[in-house]
């Protein structure tokens, strides 16, 4: 049996398969408890419904790209394992450069199918996994007393409302400062010639269609459209990533 | 209910959120651990350790301290229940951060209250089941879509997700913003087109660009507070 095919196997599937359903699981189980909770302070419903379908849309599209990683690796690691990887824990960036990386640290020339054993494929795997197991950890050892000092989870909303909300703005201010890392990356990569403007222009379609989805949904009465509006702008910029690359 | 007894009945959910959120914490990670050495028992070859500790101090230690400060930024951002489950299910970043903030602004929570943190959770268990199922189906489907995903044509596309996604919450949080926003695209701007090579290390560049735009958020609003007296 080739190691694709033993990596390809049922048990694989099983091994792989178990560990998705349990932290699938878990995730239905805060959800429930959640809307539970939700209901029980007197939050609306419709509201939670909505942060639902909202949630399941916007994250649609980026699955697919997600798909495309268990795609792009499955013809060296075979599926299972980056189905699992990218499933649980893994980010589609961090998946492939460690891989290639850990792959080379095996002694083989990079990820292939051709090169590949069992020996190096369980230390790949591994090493996949130890990397970047650290959010949890730490989330098991400091989350409540990090969160207990920063007294987010403790602040009612009747002091939010009357204390002016420092927090809000630091987050929005937080996003700010993501979004600007990632644009600015963007212009460094093309100003400095290491990289093409394909990046740009994508970003820059799909604000200019984001701004189009508020529009509707802020002067047209399209409030329904605020569900669709990353999505559907994203979907926009890909296209625009088809049609310019 | 009186405001009293829905925060009594929010704490006690809270407290419950992080004893659950550490065993489902501590029961993945053993499984995500114990798993590459099942496969080595089915497979006939265990991880070679030597390999493993080599790949670990060549990329590994880059990414313990990216994961590190992923944990502090966002767990803030996420409270209990989210952060937990953010970080069992991964894809942060380009995925639940975003779902997450897009859930509570539409539905107008604000950041550390008890709604935020039951429309961060909903947020991020939606997202998380919707992605598991995708790649479940398509794992399903995987040979018949291989020929249309991988195609060469859309593969710009498929490059292109993480543009695509910040370029639309660019005008969504620059707009009504811009006096935070511009200057801190300017200083990164220059920051990349200055030092290349930290094009690698963007997911580190977020500290000093989260601090830039909160530097900047609190001196406006001292300001504005100023100003109003």
């Given at each position: 049996?080739?190691?694709?095919?033993q990596?390809?196997?049922?048990?694989?599937y099983l091994?792989?398969?178990?560990?998705?359903?349990?932290?699938?699981?878990v995730?239905?189980?805060?959800?429930?408890?959640?809307?539970?909770?939700g209901?029980?302070?007197?939050m609306d419903p419709?509201?939670?419904?909505?942060t639902?379908t909202a949630s399941?849309?916007?994250?649609?599209?980026?699955?697919?790209?997600?798909?495309?990683?268990?795609?792009?690796?499955?013809?060296?690691l075979?599926?299972p394992?980056?189905?699992?990887?990218?499933?649980?824990?893994?980010?589609?960036?961090?998946?492939?450069?460690?891989?290639?990386?850990?792959?080379?640290?095996?002694g083989?020339?990079?990820?292939?199918a051709?090169?590949?054993?069992?020996?190096?494929?369980?230390?790949i795997?591994?090493?996949?996994?130890?990397c970047?197991?650290w959010?949890?950890?730490m989330?098991?050892f400091?989350?409540?007393?990090?969160?207990?000092k920063i007294?987010?989870?403790?602040?009612s909303?009747?002091s939010?409302?009357?204390?002016?909300g420092?927090?809000?703005?630091?987050?929005t201010?937080?996003f700010?400062?993501?979004?600007?890392?990632?644009?600015?990356?963007?212009i460094g990569d093309?100003?400095?010639?290491?990289?093409?403007w394909?990046?740009?222009?994508?970003?820059?379609v799909?604000?200019?269609v984001?701004?189009?989805?508020?529009?509707?949904?802020?002067?047209?009465?399209?409030g329904?459209?605020?569900?669709f509006s990353?999505?559907g702008?994203m979907?926009?910029?890909?296209?625009a990533?088809?049609?310019?690359g | 209910?009186?405001?009293?007894?829905?925060?009594?009945?929010f704490?006690a959910?809270?407290?419950?959120?992080h004893?659950?959120?550490?065993?489902?914490c501590?029961?993945t990670?053993?499984?995500?651990?114990?798993?590459?050495?099942?496969?080595?028992f089915?497979?006939?070859a265990?991880?070679?350790m030597?390999?493993f500790?080599?790949?670990?101090l060549?990329v590994?230690?880059?990414w313990?301290?990216?994961?590190?400060?992923?944990y502090l930024?966002?767990?803030?951002?996420?409270?209990?229940?989210?952060?937990y489950?953010?970080?069992?299910?991964?894809?942060?970043?380009n995925?639940?951060?975003?779902c997450a903030?897009?859930?509570?602004?539409?539905v107008?929570a604000?950041?550390?209250?008890?709604?935020?943190?039951?429309?961060?959770?909903?947020?991020?268990?939606?997202?998380?089941l919707?992605?598991v199922?995708?790649?479940a189906?398509?794992?399903?489907?995987?040979?018949?879509?291989?020929?249309i995903?991988?195609?060469?044509?859309l593969?710009?596309?498929?490059?292109?997700?993480?543009?695509?996604l910040f370029?639309?919450?660019?005008?969504k949080?620059?707009?009504?913003n811009?006096?935070?926003?511009l200057?801190?695209?300017?200083v990164?701007g220059?920051?990349?087109?200055l030092?290349p090579?930290?094009?690698g290390?963007?997911?580190?560049?977020?500290?000093?660009?989260?601090?830039?735009?909160?530097?900047?958020?609190?001196?406006l609003n001292?300001?504005?507070?100023?100003?109003?007296?």
């Amino acid at each position: 049996m080739s190691i694709l095919a033993q990596l390809n196997s049922p048990v694989m599937y099983l091994i792989c398969g178990t560990i998705i359903a349990f932290v699938a699981l878990v995730c239905v189980f805060f959800m429930i408890r959640a809307y539970k909770a939700g209901i029980s302070i007197g939050m609306d419903p419709v509201k939670m419904k909505r942060t639902i379908t909202a949630s399941a849309t916007f994250t649609l599209l980026p699955s697919i790209g997600i798909l495309l990683g268990v795609i792009a690796l499955s013809g060296s690691l075979g599926t299972p394992l980056p189905w699992l990887r990218l499933s649980v824990i893994g980010a589609l960036h961090y998946e492939t450069q460690v891989a290639e990386a850990a792959a080379e640290a095996v002694g083989l020339s990079g990820l292939n199918a051709t090169e590949m054993t069992a020996e190096a494929f369980t230390t790949i795997a591994l090493l996949m996994s130890f990397c970047i197991m650290w959010g949890m950890l730490m989330s098991v050892f400091f989350t409540k007393r990090y969160l207990g000092k920063i007294g987010g989870s403790k602040k009612s909303e009747s002091s939010e409302n009357s204390g002016g909300g420092i927090g809000d703005i630091a987050m929005t201010a937080m996003f700010i400062g993501l979004v600007s890392a990632y644009v600015g990356s963007y212009i460094g990569d093309f100003v400095s010639g290491s990289g093409d403007w394909l990046p740009i222009a994508v970003a820059v379609v799909a604000g200019a269609v984001m701004a189009v989805f508020i529009y509707l949904a802020e002067k047209k009465n399209l409030g329904w459209l605020e569900s669709f509006s990353i999505a559907g702008s994203m979907i926009a910029g890909m296209a625009a990533a088809v049609l310019f690359g | 209910m009186s405001d009293l007894e829905k925060n009594a009945a929010f704490e006690a959910y809270n407290q419950k959120s992080h004893t659950y959120g550490r065993i489902a914490c501590i029961i993945t990670l053993a499984m995500l651990i114990g798993a590459p050495f099942l496969m080595g028992f089915y497979l006939g070859a265990m991880p070679d350790m030597a390999g493993f500790v080599r790949g670990f101090l060549a990329v590994g230690l880059v990414w313990s301290v990216s994961c590190i400060a992923e944990y502090l930024v966002y767990t803030p951002m996420l409270g209990a229940g989210g952060s937990y489950l953010a970080f069992m299910t991964g894809n942060l970043i380009n995925m639940k951060i975003p779902c997450a903030v897009n859930a509570r602004d539409m539905v107008g929570a604000k950041a550390g209250t008890p709604e935020n943190e039951i429309i961060s959770t909903l947020s991020i268990a939606t997202s998380s089941l919707v992605t598991v199922v995708v790649l479940a189906i398509g794992v399903v489907m995987l040979i018949p879509l291989q020929p249309i995903l991988q195609a060469p044509a859309l593969q710009p596309a498929f490059d292109c997700v993480v543009p695509a996604l910040f370029g639309a919450m660019a005008y969504k949080y620059y707009r009504g913003n811009l006096k935070i926003a511009l200057p801190t695209l300017i200083v990164m701007g220059t920051l990349f087109i200055l030092v290349p090579s930290l094009t690698g290390s963007t997911s580190f560049m977020i500290l000093p660009s989260g601090a830039i735009a909160i530097g900047l958020a609190l001196v406006l609003n001292k300001k504005s507070k100023k100003g109003a007296k």
